[in-house]
């Protein structure tokens, strides 16, 4: 197990692509942190997944678009564990509809989670990770950050700032 007892923290990690790589990096031999927005059931299911591989998880509820949340879900994270070796920035949501449609706030709502929140997950990552001198951030993006897709313009424009903070 090339991971063996890296602690792991993945954002949106109750479905989808969080769900698979939470359970990726367990198959590995990473104990996860599973984020979750909402959805307890779907996290308490790949947290007794992880479990079924022999592996810890944790579940961390935030709604990442509230930086306060995203300060209580560091701190409940490091009260569990003193160290994070590596964080994955997958949590995002997207929807569509004509450019001149979307108002201020949801254009907002959107930054805020596809971008801002990875901003300030990594600042709180990254100062535990330099004073120990080891650590990897993760960030999920898409194609979008470089394809134009019609009628996504917040998500688009969200993911290409993310591209441009991962270099």
């Known amino acids: 197990m090339r991971l063996q007892n890296k602690i792991v923290l993945v954002t949106g990690a109750s479905r989808g692509i969080g769900r698979a790589v939470s359970l ?3 198959r590995e031999g990473a104990d996860v ?3 979750y927005r909402s959805d307890s059931v779907a996290a308490e299911r790949v947290a007794d997944d992880i479990h079924g ?3 810890q998880a944790w579940l961390l509820q935030a709604d990442l678009s509230e930086p306060d949340q995203i300060e209580t ?3 409940n994270l490091y009260k569990n564990c003193d160290v994070l070796d590596i964080l994955v920035n ?3 949501f997207e929807f569509g509809k004509p450019f001149d449609e ?4 949801e254009w907002d709502d959107i930054l805020n989670v596809n971008l801002r929140a990875v901003f300030l997950c990594m600042k709180h990552a990254v100062k535990r990770m330099r004073a120990r001198g080891s650590g990897s951030i993760i960030n999920i993006s898409s194609i979008h ?3 134009p897709r019609p009628n996504f313009a917040p998500y688009c424009v969200s993911k290409a700032g993310l591209l441009m903070l991962t270099k």
């Not at 979307?102 to 706030?105: H, N």
């Open 90 to 92: 997958n949590a995002g």
């Open 102 to 105: 979307f108002t201020t706030r």
């Open 24 to 26: 990726a990096f367990a």
């Open 73 to 75: 879900l560091f701190t």
């Open 53 to 55: 591989l022999g592996r």
């Open 33 to 35: 942190f599973v984020h």
């Open 145 to 147: 950050d470089t394809v």
